[in-house]
């Protein structure tokens, strides 16, 4: 089906896993138009291994969208490697993002498969050179990853104007 919409808010209605898959398979994978899509707020989302699941179909989704300029999944449940397959598999083929929220996803980037997808997501952002803002708030950021993760943001998304990294004790300690 042909999707006309250029902005789809789904925050804080109680998504599932399951829900955020059959989106993204059947619904806004066929909306090439899609500029915004707003999914923060639903707190088991990307949880577990149904999370897993729904978080690689919306990565294979994403692609599709080519004109995605604001994607929010800040407070979702996000995992460690659901980043990782996101940021290599979505986020590296939307060159129109300008908003990325991760914020709030308090496990996502802790110990060393934190730094493993703060690699990936830095890895991404060369695809990303409109990124103006990125959001990683109480994400459980390391020094290591904010090494990695500063580097590459600083050599490719000339755009960066705010980058949120509040609420992550362990980043300044080491």
């Known amino acids: ?9 789904l925050a804080g209605c109680g998504m599932s896993a399951e829900g955020l898959a059959v989106l993204a398979a059947q619904g806004v994978a066929h909306c090439p138009s899609l500029s915004e899509l707003w999914l923060g707020g639903n707190p088991d ?3 577990g291994a149904k999370g897993q699941a729904a978080c690689t179909a919306l990565a294979k989704m994403l692609p599709a ?3 995605l300029e604001k994607l929010d999944l800040q407070e979702c449940g996000m995992s460690a490697e ?4 996101l940021a290599a598999q979505g986020v590296a083929h939307c ?4 908003e990325l929220h991760l914020d709030d996803n308090p496990d996502m980037l802790k110990g060393a498969e934190g730094n ?4 990936a997501l ?3 952002l060369p695809a990303c050179s409109s990124l103006q803002n990125l ?3 109480e994400c459980g950021m390391s020094a290591e990853g904010l090494a990695v993760l500063a580097a590459q943001a600083v050599a490719h998304c000339p755009s960066l104007s705010e980058l949120h990294l509040d609420d992550n004790p362990d980043m300044l300690k080491g």
Do not use: E, H, N
């Not at 060159?95 to 300008?98: E, I, M, N, Q, T």
């Open 45 to 47: 989302m990307l949880k």
């Open 1 to 9: 089906p042909a999707c006309s919409s250029l902005q789809l808010c």
């Open 95 to 98: 060159p129109s993002l300008s």
């Open 116 to 119: 493993k997808a703060c690699s």
């Open 122 to 124: 830095a890895k991404a």
């Open 135 to 137: 959001r990683l708030g």
């Open 82 to 85: 659901c980043l990782a397959v």
């Open 65 to 67: 969208c080519s004109l």
